[in-house]
Protein backbone atom coordinates (compact mmCIF):
# COMPACT_ATOMS: atom_id res chain seq x y z
CA UNK A 1 0.00 0.00 0.00
CA UNK A 2 2.93 2.51 0.55
CA UNK A 3 4.73 1.11 -2.25
CA UNK A 4 1.58 2.22 -4.06
CA UNK A 5 1.11 5.24 -2.67
CA UNK A 6 4.61 6.39 -3.27
CA UNK A 7 4.12 5.05 -6.84
CA UNK A 8 1.06 7.14 -7.29
CA UNK A 9 2.56 10.47 -6.42
CA UNK A 10 5.79 9.69 -8.53
CA UNK A 11 3.25 9.08 -11.54
CA UNK A 12 1.63 12.58 -10.65
CA UNK A 13 5.04 14.36 -10.51
CA UNK A 14 6.09 13.00 -13.88
CA UNK A 15 2.43 14.21 -15.38
CA UNK A 16 2.82 17.61 -13.84
CA UNK A 17 6.24 17.43 -14.91
CA UNK A 18 4.96 16.59 -18.47
CA UNK A 19 2.18 19.30 -18.56
CA UNK A 20 4.40 21.92 -17.29
CA UNK A 21 7.10 21.18 -20.13
CA UNK A 22 4.08 21.24 -22.39
CA UNK A 23 3.09 24.37 -21.25
CA UNK A 24 6.69 25.85 -21.36
CA UNK A 25 6.77 24.38 -25.55
CA UNK A 26 3.03 26.26 -25.67
CA UNK A 27 4.10 29.47 -24.29
CA UNK A 28 7.54 29.46 -26.64
CA UNK A 29 5.71 28.72 -29.47
CA UNK A 30 3.12 31.68 -28.86
CA UNK A 31 6.14 33.59 -28.34
CA UNK A 32 7.94 32.72 -31.84
CA UNK A 33 6.47 31.38 -34.69
CA UNK A 34 8.61 30.59 -38.32
CA UNK A 35 11.14 32.61 -36.14
CA UNK A 36 9.32 35.77 -35.95
CA UNK A 37 8.59 36.94 -32.33
CA UNK A 38 5.02 37.75 -31.59
CA UNK A 39 6.67 40.00 -28.56
CA UNK A 40 8.21 42.59 -31.33
CA UNK A 41 5.20 42.04 -33.25
CA UNK A 42 3.12 44.00 -30.73
CA UNK A 43 4.94 47.15 -31.97
CA UNK A 44 3.22 46.86 -35.05
CA UNK A 45 -0.28 46.40 -33.17
CA UNK A 46 0.51 49.14 -31.05
CA UNK A 47 1.25 51.53 -33.94
CA UNK A 48 -1.68 50.37 -35.83
CA UNK A 49 -4.25 50.60 -32.87
CA UNK A 50 -2.40 54.50 -32.37
CA UNK A 51 -3.30 55.43 -35.92
CA UNK A 52 -6.79 54.45 -35.42
CA UNK A 53 -7.22 56.05 -32.02
CA UNK A 54 -5.86 59.55 -33.69
CA UNK A 55 -7.98 58.87 -36.60
CA UNK A 56 -5.51 58.58 -39.21
CA UNK A 57 -7.37 55.54 -40.37
CA UNK A 58 -10.63 54.25 -39.56
CA UNK A 59 -9.38 50.65 -39.42
CA UNK A 60 -7.22 48.16 -40.58
CA UNK A 61 -6.33 44.55 -41.62
CA UNK A 62 -2.64 42.92 -41.30
CA UNK A 63 -1.95 39.27 -42.45
CA UNK A 64 1.71 38.04 -42.23
CA UNK A 65 3.08 34.49 -43.63
CA UNK A 66 6.14 33.12 -43.29
CA UNK A 67 7.56 30.03 -43.65
CA UNK A 68 3.65 28.32 -44.41
CA UNK A 69 2.73 29.57 -41.17
CA UNK A 70 0.37 32.91 -40.14
CA UNK A 71 2.09 34.83 -37.80
CA UNK A 72 0.09 38.26 -37.95
CA UNK A 73 -3.53 37.88 -38.74
CA UNK A 74 -5.23 40.75 -36.69
CA UNK A 75 -8.31 43.90 -37.20
CA UNK A 76 -8.18 47.07 -36.06
CA UNK A 77 -10.74 49.81 -35.74
CA UNK A 78 -13.49 50.22 -38.08
CA UNK A 79 -14.61 49.10 -41.23
CA UNK A 80 -17.06 52.37 -41.45
CA UNK A 81 -16.34 55.07 -39.75
CA UNK A 82 -20.01 55.85 -40.54
CA UNK A 83 -21.87 53.74 -38.76
CA UNK A 84 -19.10 52.22 -36.23
CA UNK A 85 -18.80 49.00 -37.89
CA UNK A 86 -15.76 47.40 -36.28
CA UNK A 87 -13.38 46.14 -39.15
CA UNK A 88 -14.00 42.18 -40.26
CA UNK A 89 -11.19 39.58 -41.27
CA UNK A 90 -13.63 39.27 -44.43
CA UNK A 91 -14.10 42.42 -45.16
CA UNK A 92 -14.19 43.73 -48.92
CA UNK A 93 -11.86 46.31 -50.09
CA UNK A 94 -10.93 48.61 -53.39
CA UNK A 95 -7.70 47.15 -54.10
CA UNK A 96 -7.20 49.81 -56.96
CA UNK A 97 -3.62 49.12 -58.04
CA UNK A 98 -3.55 45.80 -56.66
CA UNK A 99 -5.17 44.75 -59.18
CA UNK A 100 -2.29 44.84 -62.17
CA UNK A 101 -0.58 42.33 -60.14
CA UNK A 102 -3.70 39.93 -60.95
CA UNK A 103 -4.16 41.01 -64.75
CA UNK A 104 -0.22 40.68 -65.25
CA UNK A 105 -0.19 37.31 -63.87
CA UNK A 106 -3.34 36.19 -66.27
CA UNK A 107 -1.83 37.80 -69.32
CA UNK A 108 1.63 35.56 -68.57
CA UNK A 109 -0.20 32.71 -68.20
CA UNK A 110 -1.16 33.07 -72.06
CA UNK A 111 2.21 34.32 -72.70
CA UNK A 112 3.50 30.77 -71.51
CA UNK A 113 0.82 28.81 -74.05
CA UNK A 114 2.63 30.50 -76.67
CA UNK A 115 -0.11 33.65 -78.01
CA UNK A 116 2.90 36.28 -78.80
CA UNK A 117 6.19 36.89 -77.58
CA UNK A 118 7.38 39.91 -75.37
CA UNK A 119 9.26 41.68 -77.74
CA UNK A 120 6.05 41.95 -80.19
CA UNK A 121 4.91 45.18 -81.01
CA UNK A 122 1.51 45.57 -79.60
CA UNK A 123 0.28 46.46 -83.28
CA UNK A 124 0.48 43.01 -84.56
CA UNK A 125 -2.28 42.66 -82.40
CA UNK A 126 -4.13 45.56 -81.78
CA UNK A 127 -3.51 47.97 -85.20
CA UNK A 128 -5.12 51.32 -82.97
CA UNK A 129 -1.30 50.85 -81.69
CA UNK A 130 0.15 51.86 -85.05
CA UNK A 131 0.92 55.04 -85.50
CA UNK A 132 1.09 56.63 -82.15
CA UNK A 133 2.18 60.38 -81.19
CA UNK A 134 4.66 61.65 -78.64
CA UNK A 135 4.00 65.16 -77.01
CA UNK A 136 6.67 67.35 -77.31
CA UNK A 137 5.33 69.42 -74.36
CA UNK A 138 2.81 68.31 -71.78
CA UNK A 139 1.73 71.26 -70.59
CA UNK A 140 0.32 72.10 -73.82
CA UNK A 141 -1.66 68.85 -73.45
CA UNK A 142 -3.08 66.73 -76.47
CA UNK A 143 -3.34 70.60 -78.29
CA UNK A 144 0.57 70.98 -78.66
CA UNK A 145 3.01 69.68 -80.78
CA UNK A 146 3.51 65.95 -81.66
CA UNK A 147 5.97 64.03 -83.44
CA UNK A 148 5.69 60.20 -84.22
CA UNK A 149 7.01 57.37 -81.59
CA UNK A 150 10.49 56.65 -82.99
CA UNK A 151 9.99 53.11 -82.45
CA UNK A 152 6.49 51.00 -82.04
CA UNK A 153 5.46 49.72 -78.68
CA UNK A 154 6.06 46.43 -77.80
CA UNK A 155 4.50 44.26 -75.31
CA UNK A 156 7.14 44.36 -73.09
CA UNK A 157 7.02 48.11 -72.47
CA UNK A 158 3.61 47.38 -71.82
CA UNK A 159 3.96 45.49 -69.49
CA UNK A 160 7.25 47.18 -67.43
CA UNK A 161 5.68 50.82 -67.78
CA UNK A 162 8.37 52.26 -70.35
CA UNK A 163 5.89 52.43 -73.21
CA UNK A 164 5.65 55.93 -72.98
CA UNK A 165 1.95 56.26 -71.42
CA UNK A 166 0.55 58.29 -68.63
CA UNK A 167 -2.16 57.16 -65.33
CA UNK A 168 -2.79 60.75 -65.38
CA UNK A 169 -1.49 61.27 -61.52
CA UNK A 170 0.51 63.95 -62.68
CA UNK A 171 0.50 67.91 -62.58
CA UNK A 172 0.51 68.82 -66.67
CA UNK A 173 -1.94 69.15 -68.72
CA UNK A 174 -1.42 65.85 -70.59
CA UNK A 175 -1.99 64.29 -67.25
CA UNK A 176 -4.97 66.25 -66.65
CA UNK A 177 -6.64 65.39 -69.96
CA UNK A 178 -5.75 61.60 -69.72
CA UNK A 179 -6.84 61.58 -65.88
CA UNK A 180 -10.44 63.49 -67.28
CA UNK A 181 -10.22 61.16 -70.84
CA UNK A 182 -9.94 58.03 -68.87
CA UNK A 183 -12.04 58.17 -65.85
CA UNK A 184 -14.58 60.72 -65.63
CA UNK A 185 -15.62 59.92 -69.14
CA UNK A 186 -17.94 57.25 -69.30
CA UNK A 187 -16.69 53.89 -70.50
CA UNK A 188 -18.49 51.30 -72.14
CA UNK A 189 -15.65 48.71 -72.34
CA UNK A 190 -12.33 48.05 -71.66
CA UNK A 191 -11.95 48.25 -75.34
CA UNK A 192 -13.31 52.20 -75.32
CA UNK A 193 -10.65 52.80 -72.62
CA UNK A 194 -7.99 51.40 -74.42
CA UNK A 195 -8.91 53.36 -77.83
CA UNK A 196 -9.68 56.46 -75.12
CA UNK A 197 -5.77 55.89 -73.59
CA UNK A 198 -4.03 55.56 -77.40
CA UNK A 199 -5.36 58.55 -79.08
CA UNK A 200 -3.95 60.57 -76.51
CA UNK A 201 -0.44 61.65 -77.02
CA UNK A 202 2.82 59.87 -75.46
CA UNK A 203 4.87 61.44 -72.75
CA UNK A 204 7.85 60.09 -74.02
CA UNK A 205 9.09 57.80 -76.83
CA UNK A 206 8.82 54.25 -76.17
CA UNK A 207 11.18 52.53 -73.96
CA UNK A 208 13.04 55.99 -73.03
CA UNK A 209 11.60 56.55 -69.77
CA UNK A 210 9.14 54.94 -66.99
CA UNK A 211 6.00 56.25 -66.19
CA UNK A 212 3.18 55.01 -64.06
CA UNK A 213 0.78 54.45 -66.88
CA UNK A 214 -2.61 52.75 -67.51
CA UNK A 215 -0.65 50.17 -69.69
CA UNK A 216 -2.11 47.05 -67.03
CA UNK A 217 -5.64 48.11 -69.20
CA UNK A 218 -3.64 47.27 -72.41
CA UNK A 219 -3.39 43.84 -70.88
CA UNK A 220 -6.89 43.34 -70.05
CA UNK A 221 -8.07 44.26 -74.03
CA UNK A 222 -5.03 41.46 -74.94
CA UNK A 223 -6.62 39.14 -72.62
CA UNK A 224 -9.84 39.64 -74.34
CA UNK A 225 -8.09 39.46 -77.79
CA UNK A 226 -6.15 36.44 -77.27
CA UNK A 227 -8.42 34.74 -75.11
CA UNK A 228 -11.78 35.30 -76.74
CA UNK A 229 -13.58 36.13 -73.40
CA UNK A 230 -14.21 38.82 -71.32
CA UNK A 231 -11.44 39.62 -68.82
CA UNK A 232 -13.88 38.83 -65.96
CA UNK A 233 -14.43 35.46 -67.23
CA UNK A 234 -10.90 34.58 -68.16
CA UNK A 235 -9.80 35.50 -64.26
CA UNK A 236 -12.70 33.54 -63.15
CA UNK A 237 -12.29 30.37 -65.01
CA UNK A 238 -7.93 30.90 -64.65
CA UNK A 239 -7.32 32.11 -61.29
CA UNK A 240 -10.37 33.03 -58.79
CA UNK A 241 -12.49 29.85 -59.26
CA UNK A 242 -9.21 27.36 -58.97
CA UNK A 243 -7.37 29.72 -56.22
CA UNK A 244 -11.04 29.81 -54.09
CA UNK A 245 -10.26 33.55 -53.96
CA UNK A 246 -14.40 33.71 -53.98
CA UNK A 247 -14.76 37.02 -52.68
CA UNK A 248 -12.60 38.79 -55.43
CA UNK A 249 -13.90 40.37 -58.67
CA UNK A 250 -15.04 43.85 -60.36
CA UNK A 251 -19.01 43.58 -58.21
CA UNK A 252 -19.74 43.12 -55.02
CA UNK A 253 -22.38 40.77 -54.68
CA UNK A 254 -25.84 42.00 -53.14
CA UNK A 255 -25.52 39.71 -50.18
CA UNK A 256 -21.98 40.38 -49.67
CA UNK A 257 -22.73 44.13 -49.93
CA UNK A 258 -22.65 43.95 -45.94
CA UNK A 259 -18.83 43.45 -46.04
CA UNK A 260 -17.73 45.98 -48.61
CA UNK A 261 -15.00 48.71 -46.79
CA UNK A 262 -16.00 52.47 -47.93
CA UNK A 263 -12.97 54.76 -48.13
CA UNK A 264 -12.13 57.43 -46.20
CA UNK A 265 -10.70 60.78 -46.68
CA UNK A 266 -10.34 64.16 -44.34
CA UNK A 267 -13.26 66.47 -44.70
CA UNK A 268 -12.34 70.29 -44.26
CA UNK A 269 -11.35 70.34 -40.45
CA UNK A 270 -8.82 67.71 -40.70
CA UNK A 271 -11.37 64.91 -39.69
CA UNK A 272 -11.21 61.62 -40.74
CA UNK A 273 -15.04 60.46 -42.54
CA UNK A 274 -16.23 58.41 -44.78
CA UNK A 275 -15.80 59.90 -48.99
CA UNK A 276 -18.77 62.05 -49.96
CA UNK A 277 -18.35 59.66 -53.29
CA UNK A 278 -17.89 55.96 -53.30
CA UNK A 279 -17.19 54.01 -56.36
CA UNK A 280 -19.62 51.89 -57.50
CA UNK A 281 -19.39 48.39 -56.01
CA UNK A 282 -22.16 46.90 -58.77
CA UNK A 283 -22.63 47.24 -62.20
CA UNK A 284 -19.17 47.98 -63.62
CA UNK A 285 -18.30 46.71 -66.68
CA UNK A 286 -15.04 48.28 -67.78
CA UNK A 287 -13.33 45.38 -66.64
CA UNK A 288 -9.96 47.03 -66.67
CA UNK A 289 -6.20 46.02 -65.88
CA UNK A 290 -5.22 49.28 -64.36
CA UNK A 291 -7.69 48.99 -60.77
CA UNK A 292 -11.27 47.51 -60.27
CA UNK A 293 -10.57 45.18 -58.46
CA UNK A 294 -12.56 44.25 -54.79
CA UNK A 295 -10.88 41.62 -52.75
CA UNK A 296 -10.11 40.58 -49.20
CA UNK A 297 -7.07 40.32 -47.80
CA UNK A 298 -7.18 36.17 -47.39
CA UNK A 299 -8.21 36.04 -51.35
CA UNK A 300 -4.86 38.45 -51.90
CA UNK A 301 -2.80 35.89 -49.78
CA UNK A 302 -3.51 33.13 -51.28
CA UNK A 303 -2.65 34.75 -54.81
CA UNK A 304 0.74 35.68 -53.25
CA UNK A 305 1.03 32.56 -51.42
CA UNK A 306 0.51 30.41 -55.43
CA UNK A 307 3.25 33.16 -56.31
CA UNK A 308 5.67 32.75 -53.33
CA UNK A 309 5.37 28.90 -54.04
CA UNK A 310 6.67 28.75 -57.39
CA UNK A 311 3.69 29.39 -59.38
CA UNK A 312 2.31 26.40 -57.84
CA UNK A 313 -1.08 25.95 -55.52
CA UNK A 314 -2.38 23.03 -54.16
CA UNK A 315 -0.93 20.64 -56.73
CA UNK A 316 -1.95 23.08 -59.71
CA UNK A 317 0.59 25.33 -61.80
CA UNK A 318 -0.65 28.09 -62.56
CA UNK A 319 3.10 29.76 -63.89
CA UNK A 320 5.80 28.16 -64.73
CA UNK A 321 8.98 29.30 -61.62
CA UNK A 322 11.22 30.48 -64.87
CA UNK A 323 8.28 32.95 -66.09
CA UNK A 324 7.81 33.96 -62.68
CA UNK A 325 11.92 34.74 -62.96
CA UNK A 326 11.36 37.04 -65.53
CA UNK A 327 8.26 38.93 -64.22
CA UNK A 328 10.42 39.64 -60.37
CA UNK A 329 13.79 40.59 -61.71
CA UNK A 330 14.23 44.43 -63.39
CA UNK A 331 13.43 45.10 -66.43
CA UNK A 332 14.04 48.74 -66.47
CA UNK A 333 17.48 49.32 -65.88
CA UNK A 334 17.60 52.55 -63.74
CA UNK A 335 14.61 53.92 -65.32
CA UNK A 336 12.68 53.58 -62.22
CA UNK A 337 12.85 56.40 -59.77
CA UNK A 338 13.02 54.38 -56.34
CA UNK A 339 16.30 54.40 -54.78
CA UNK A 340 17.67 50.42 -54.80
CA UNK A 341 14.52 49.89 -56.80
CA UNK A 342 13.37 48.70 -60.26
CA UNK A 343 10.81 46.98 -62.14
CA UNK A 344 9.54 43.97 -63.35
CA UNK A 345 6.38 42.74 -64.82
CA UNK A 346 3.69 43.70 -63.01
CA UNK A 347 5.53 44.24 -59.53
CA UNK A 348 7.93 46.67 -58.52
CA UNK A 349 11.60 44.87 -56.52
CA UNK A 350 13.89 45.37 -54.72
CA UNK A 351 17.37 45.53 -56.18
CA UNK A 352 20.18 47.10 -53.85
CA UNK A 353 19.27 47.30 -50.16
CA UNK A 354 21.95 50.06 -49.33
CA UNK A 355 20.25 52.11 -51.81
CA UNK A 356 16.88 51.09 -50.73
CA UNK A 357 17.72 52.34 -47.10
CA UNK A 358 14.84 49.94 -45.96
CA UNK A 359 14.96 46.64 -44.24
CA UNK A 360 14.41 43.66 -46.65
CA UNK A 361 15.82 41.18 -48.91
CA UNK A 362 16.84 41.48 -52.60
CA UNK A 363 14.37 40.25 -54.80
CA UNK A 364 11.59 41.41 -52.55
CA UNK A 365 8.90 42.35 -55.07
CA UNK A 366 5.46 44.45 -54.18
CA UNK A 367 2.80 47.43 -54.84
CA UNK A 368 0.23 48.91 -53.50
CA UNK A 369 -3.40 50.39 -53.90
CA UNK A 370 -4.60 53.88 -54.54
CA UNK A 371 -6.91 53.72 -51.40
CA UNK A 372 -4.07 52.97 -48.93
CA UNK A 373 -3.70 48.77 -49.85
CA UNK A 374 -0.50 47.11 -49.73
CA UNK A 375 1.59 43.95 -50.17
CA UNK A 376 5.27 42.35 -50.64
CA UNK A 377 6.45 38.69 -51.11
CA UNK A 378 9.70 37.88 -50.34
CA UNK A 379 11.10 34.84 -51.49
CA UNK A 380 14.07 34.83 -49.42
CA UNK A 381 12.88 35.37 -46.56
CA UNK A 382 9.08 32.98 -47.16
CA UNK A 383 7.12 35.96 -46.42
CA UNK A 384 4.45 37.38 -47.47
CA UNK A 385 2.66 40.82 -45.95
CA UNK A 386 -0.61 42.23 -46.73
CA UNK A 387 -1.73 45.86 -44.95
CA UNK A 388 -5.03 46.59 -45.96
CA UNK A 389 -7.22 50.21 -45.40
CA UNK A 390 -9.30 52.44 -47.09
CA UNK A 391 -8.25 56.14 -46.95
CA UNK A 392 -7.51 58.87 -49.63
CA UNK A 393 -5.55 60.24 -50.71
CA UNK A 394 -2.74 57.70 -51.38
CA UNK A 395 0.78 57.71 -49.75
CA UNK A 396 3.37 55.17 -49.37
CA UNK A 397 4.01 55.48 -45.88
CA UNK A 398 1.89 52.49 -44.73
CA UNK A 399 4.09 50.27 -47.22
CA UNK A 400 7.10 51.74 -45.70
CA UNK A 401 5.96 50.91 -41.82
CA UNK A 402 4.67 47.78 -42.46
CA UNK A 403 7.80 46.15 -43.60
CA UNK A 404 9.95 48.01 -40.97
CA UNK A 405 7.81 46.41 -38.31
CA UNK A 406 7.90 42.89 -39.87
CA UNK A 407 11.00 42.70 -40.46
CA UNK A 408 12.24 43.83 -37.29
CA UNK A 409 10.57 40.90 -35.45
CA UNK A 410 12.43 38.35 -37.12
CA UNK A 411 14.55 36.29 -34.75
CA UNK A 412 16.46 34.17 -37.54
Known amino acids: MKNSRHFSIFLSLICLFVLSAQGQQALLEKKELAGIS ?8 AFLEREVNEGKIPGAISLVLRKGQIVHDNTYGYSSLE ?33 FFLNDPVSKYLPQFKDVKVTKDPDLGKAGPTEPANTEITIAQILS ?19 EALYFEPQESI ?15 PGEQWNYSASP ?50 NE ?39 LNQGKWKGKQYLSPKTLEIMTMNQVGDLFPGPGQGFGFGFAVTTDLADSKSLGS ?51
Open 362 to 412: VGQYFWSGAYRTYFFVDPKEELIAILMTQVQPYNNYYGNIMRQFIYQAFTE
Open 191 to 205: ESRVNTLVSLPLIAH
Open 83 to 115: DKSPMQKDGIFHIMSMTKPIITVAFMMLYEEGH
Open 269 to 307: EGKLVNSDQQLPTQGNTVFGGTHGLFSTASDYMTFCQML
Open 217 to 266: DVLALLIEHFSGMTVIDFLRQRLFDPLEMNDTGYNISDENQNRWVPVHNL
Open 38 to 45: AERLQRYD
Open 161 to 179: HTAGFLHGLGGSTLDKEVR
